[in-house]
């Protein structure tokens, strides 16, 4: 928290407490200590303490202002934390883009072990080649290839759910489709 952030909070106080001296001294001390949290943090907790009858005519002391609360240096930012693909485990600074290459990774996980199953050639380069396409290619070369799989399986289970894929089923009829499986 910042000293216009602080500043900002004793205001709150004396508007709520227009009887209690909040010396220099007092804001002082507080703000050594409320420097370590976040203002949205503590504003919050004082707007909850603020409405509890016990703070009615007597405003709540600095430890009962932070009580619970994480200091700003100790909280994690998921955004900036490193998330790996759960198929590759490719490293990925920015959860859309795993989520996005999730979504491509899978596809050809489903690629390749179709290949094998039915004996059709699939050399690591072809699987290089598939990372490499841009995303209308992708979808092109993937509707292809599904067409083909719904074509030659023998499971009517896979061919419903390539089909679905195609032609999503109305909400009622994906529910009875999966009670199924």
């Not at 290619?137 to 089909?163: A, G």
Request: glycine letters at 2%; hydrophobic letters at 35%; proline letters at 3%.
């Amino acid at each position: 928290m910042n000293k216009k952030q602080i500043d900002m909070l004793f205001e709150k106080l004396a508007l709520n407490y227009p009887k209690e001296n909040f010396s220099e001294d007092l804001i002082k001390e507080w703000s050594s200590v409320l420097s370590e949290y976040d203002y949205d943090d503590v504003n919050r907790n004082l707007d909850n303490l603020l409405s509890d009858k016990v703070f009615l005519y007597v405003p709540p002391k600095l430890m009962t202002m932070v009580s619970g609360l994480t200091k700003k240096y100790k909280k994690v930012d998921f955004n900036k934390l490193i998330h790996f693909c759960k198929f590759c485990k490719r490293p990925f600074n920015n959860i859309n883009e795993c989520h996005s290459h999730e979504d491509r990774c899978s596809a050809i996980n489903y690629i390749e072990s179709k290949s094998k199953k039915y004996n059709w050639d699939f050399t690591s380069q072809k699987k290089a080649m598939l990372y490499q396409m841009t995303d209308s290619d992708f979808d092109k070369f993937y509707n292809t290839f599904l067409k083909s799989v719904q074509t030659i399986t023998i499971s009517d289970t896979e061919k419903k759910m390539i089909e679905n894929i195609f032609n999503p089923p109305k909400i009622r009829e994906a529910k009875e489709f999966l009670k199924g499986t």
